[in-house]
């Protein structure tokens, strides 16, 4: 991106001049010669306040705090800040922030996520790249809120190389630490978000499939509702899962005598192409998903839930056991749909 200042007059259409304006305004600010990463969210197709932000500019550059402080200033609809860290051997660190909570069915990353590392690696910025693709697919690549996805999906990482030198695997396993981290606290953070849904696909025909299908799972809106009523209603389950395979032509994996094998909070509910319930595992189920209720933050004081349980869903065709995938997802609330209802108002 050029940074030098756009005299194009903002307006509806010119989101690239406004985005060239302000990051020409930072660059300018922090006395910085080459690129300025552009990114930025809101309500889509408005022109971003060019005028205000390039005079906030400097101040701004002034006032740049450590990694938790960025985090905060990120926050729109978020409930709270969420950072990341993970050490590296002989000194060295990753440290990562994200920002989002709704929109978030991402095709690269889950709305705006930041990682910073002072590390040599070895490979250099190719072995940089390619360390993201990688880790990105397993954590934020692998969440979903409520099916959406943004237009402002980005993940960006930057080394400033003032550290010690680091391997390319170990700083790889670094990052998708960090990574992790924060897909995790993206779902947990999502809007109204009451219980956290993690489903473990295993035995399919590749990892991309048993990554689709359990998105698929956590993006059903009547499982999410009664995830969100912690009702543990497994015919919804099952019948998401069928339906999945159905549109895949794999509705025989749900036969009578076939390996598939679904589970909900560690009880098997669903095997051989019958259902396996009884009054008291249906007790257990209903208090599985009480103990993952999150319960909702206190919005004067933004902080992490309390705890890390989510309701535990598994399904396993019956394939290649090293084929797992997992991903995450949220229930669907009251507050969910006041929060999107009320957005603009």
């Not at 194009?8 to 990051?23: D, H, K, S, T």
Request: aromatic fraction near 2%.
């Amino acid at each position: 991106m050029n940074n030098k200042v756009s005299n194009v007059r903002p307006g509806p259409g010119l989101g690239e001049p406004c985005a060239e304006a302000v990051a020409g305004a930072v660059a300018t600010a922090l006395g910085l010669e080459g690129t300025v990463a552009s990114a930025s969210t809101g309500v889509i197709g408005w022109a971003l306040p060019v005028p205000e932000m390039v005079a906030a500019a400097p101040a701004l550059a002034r006032a740049r705090g450590d990694a938790a402080a960025v985090a905060r200033a990120m926050m729109t609809t978020d409930r709270y800040a969420k950072a990341a860290r993970a050490d590296l051997p002989g000194g060295g660190s990753v440290v990562g922030v994200v920002k989002g909570a709704g929109m978030i069915e991402p095709n690269l990353g889950t709305m705006l996520c930041f990682v910073l590392t002072d590390a040599r690696v070895a490979g250099g910025r190719g072995a940089m790249q390619a360390a993201l693709e990688r880790a990105a697919a397993d954590s934020l690549g692998s969440v979903g809120v409520d099916g959406d996805e943004s237009t402002s999906d980005m993940v960006l990482v930057a080394s400033s190389e003032a550290g010690p030198p680091c391997d390319d695997a170990t700083f790889e396993a670094a990052l998708g630490d960090v990574l992790g981290q924060l897909a995790h606290h993206v779902v947990r953070n999502g809007e109204g978000t009451n219980h956290v849904l993690r489903v473990t696909v295993r035995g399919d025909a590749t990892v991309e499939a048993a990554r689709a299908l359990g998105r698929g799972v956590v993006n059903g809106p009547l499982l999410k509702c009664a995830v969100a009523g912690d009702d543990p209603n497994v015919g919804r389950v099952v019948a998401k899962v069928g339906q999945l395979l159905g549109a895949r032509g794999d509705a025989a994996l749900l036969d009578e005598g076939s390996p598939c094998r679904v589970a909900l909070g560690g009880e098997t509910i669903f095997e051989r192409g019958q259902f396996a319930l009884d009054a008291a595992k249906e007790g257990r189920l209903a208090a599985h998903m009480r103990a993952a209720r999150l319960g909702a933050d206190d919005p004067d004081a933004p902080r992490c839930p309390p705890h890390g349980r989510c309701v535990e869903i598994d399904v396993d065709l019956g394939g290649d056991a090293a084929v797992v995938a997992v991903v995450l997802g949220s229930d669907l609330t009251h507050e969910y749909v006041t929060e999107n209802a009320d957005y603009r108002s």
